[in-house]
Nanobody, 119 residues
Framework: VQLQASGGGSVQAGGSLRLSCVAS????????IGWYRQAPGKQRELVAT???????RYLPSVKGRFTISRDNAKNAIYLQMNSLKAEDTAVYYC??????????????WGKGTQVTVSS
């Protein structure tokens, strides 16, 4: 299983970016798939995920500004990030979890993509 993330970049505060993550198989094969981020000197944190039943979960500080979505025809998920703030600056990672029903759980990670927001 491979996850390939793209779409990072540099933007001024208040701007927007859209991250993409393309999986090597249907995104519905993941219990949950989404985005984590890690800022310098900080722990990696969950930003947004979408489950196989299309439930979504967001980091409270991004709720209302970020939207996670999927295009299963393209095996892709997206993170639309609006009203970006300097504190959103981090390396963003695509993550997918598989397993359960007697199978071991396993996390898959894509390479990170840098998001830099200047104030």
């Amino acid at each position: 299983v491979q996850l390939q993330a793209s779409g990072g970049g540099s933007v001024q505060a208040g701007g927007s970016l859209r991250l993409s993550c393309v999986a090597s198989e249907s995104t519905y094969r993941f219990n949950a798939i989404g985005w984590y981020r890690q800022a310098p000197g900080k722990q990696r944190e969950l930003v947004a995920t979408i489950t196989s039943s299309d439930s979504t979960r967001y980091l409270p500080s991004v709720k209302g500004r970020f939207t996670i979505s999927r295009d299963n025809a393209k095996n892709a998920i997206y993170l639309q990030m609006n009203s970006l703030k300097a504190e959103d600056t981090a390396v963003y990672y695509c993550n997918g979890e598989q397993g359960g029903l007697g199978n071991p759980f396993k996390d898959y990670w894509g390479k990170g993509t840098q998001v830099t927001v200047s104030s």
